[in-house]
T-cell receptor, first 113, second 114 residues
């Protein structure tokens, strides 16, 4: 079985500051890892995903994440926050044989002036 | 726009009633997933269909059922509704049934049980 832990249900950053959203996973088999974003009253949009290959993954809107097997982590970063980044972010895991997504509890990102 | 459509957008009903939520996957996608998002349970996988066949089951109540039709659209049926079934129900689709495939989410159906 797989699971995801997102540290920090709320994160607040100033506009222009670094964004760091933390995600740790647990999986007995090689995981596939995803970050989704949910804007108010909308569905989930894929930001980026890791399947195999390069461990540093670049996504949309300037976000990137690094898969660190030794730390079982897949933290999401963005060098400079923008007001439009305010949303809820979900980390999720699936595996080769179980394609269902197991989500973390989400992190609400607030961006202040 | 993900290409996944869900109807209706909002649904208000009473306890004990039955409702049907509909999902049309992206063109060409064979897998359909249903997820429930609620304040207390978060985002939870309910069930997956692949090309008309049930592929995987998650935390889906016996009062809930789903099916995928030959044209690949899917319906989630919720019966004997309880207050706790109030939630946002998402449908997602992907090309294949294996892990690693991107799942594209619809806008959701917000269900309120009074």
């Amino acid at each position: 079985a797989q699971s995801v832990t997102q540290l920090g249900s709320h994160v607040s950053v100033s506009e222009g500051a670094l964004v760091l959203l933390r995600c740790n996973y647990s999986s007995s088999v090689p995981p596939y890892l995803f970050w989704y974003v949910q804007y108010p009253n909308q569905g989930l949009q894929l930001l980026l995903k890791y399947t195999t290959g390069a461990t540093l993954v670049k996504g949309i809107n300037g976000f990137e994440a690094e898969f660190k097997k030794s730390e079982t982590s897949f933290h999401l970063t963005k060098p400079s926050a923008h007001m439009s980044d305010a949303a809820e972010y979900f980390c999720a895991v699936s595996t080769g044989t179980a394609s269902k997504l197991t989500f973390g509890t989400g992190t609400r990102l607030q961006v202040t002036l | 726009d993900s290409g996944v459509t869900q109807t209706p957008k909002h649904l208000i009903t009473a306890t004990g009633q039955r409702v049907t939520l509909r999902c049309s996957p992206r063109s060409g996608d064979l897998s359909v997933y249903w997820y429930q998002q609620s304040l207390d349970q978060g985002l939870q996988f309910l069930i997956q269909y692949y090309n008309g066949e049930e592929r995987a089951k998650g935390n889906i109540l016996e009062r809930f059922s789903a099916q995928q039709f030959p044209d690949l659209h899917s319906e989630l049926n919720l019966s004997s509704l309880e207050l706790g079934d109030s939630a946002l129900y998402f449908c997602a689709s992907s090309v294949e049934r294996e892990g690693g495939e991107t799942q594209y989410f619809g806008p959701g159906t917000r269900l309120l049980v009074l």
